[in-house]
């Protein structure tokens, strides 16, 4: 029994294999980037954000096996239509003070993407140069932007 079951997981997971989904690893060019307050700050950011956040995904081996292969794609398109800092300036709506509020509230990057790239675990006094040279490159909305 346990021997037919492990035969119907792997055909599952064979066939899944034929869904085109996920496997597009396309980075599109790179238009403008923001003028970085720093070097530090762009390293950092594409340290722990570029790879959702920009044109410039780097696609680690298991992007492309499905089903891990969907989230990742869809992760990245996500983050690529919130905020892709290629794109700056031009994209509809690029949301850089609000990066400055999820990396602040622990929200960025994911837990899920720490564990697969340790890299992006920042110290505390990391994390704070990051937030720092976020808020001078991008901004703050104030309460009378908002208002207008």
């Known amino acids: 029994m346990k021997y037919k079951i492990?035969?119907?997981?792997?055909?599952?997971?064979l066939l899944i294999q034929i869904i085109p989904y996920g496997r597009e690893h396309t980075n599109a060019h790179i238009v403008v980037e923001p003028k970085w307050d720093t070097a530090e700050t762009r390293a950092l950011f594409f340290r722990a954000c570029a790879d959702c956040h920009s044109n410039e995904t780097k696609w680690p081996w298991y992007s492309n096996v499905a089903p891990v292969s969907w989230l990742v794609q869809h992760d990245v398109d996500e983050g690529r239509e919130k905020f892709n800092i290629s794109v700056w300036g031009i994209q509809k709506e690029n949301e850089g003070d609000e990066?400055?509020?999820e990396v602040k509230e622990g929200e960025m990057p994911p837990w899920f993407?720490?564990?697969?790239?340790?890299?992006?675990k920042f110290s505390d006094s990391e994390n704070a140069l990051l937030l720092k040279g976020l808020l001078a490159t991008f901004g703050q909305k104030t309460e009378k932007k908002e208002e207008e």
């Open 113 to 120: 993407y720490v564990i697969a790239h340790p890299e992006a």
């Open 6 to 13: 492990l035969g119907i997981f792997v055909l599952t997971v």
């Open 99 to 101: 990066a400055v509020k």
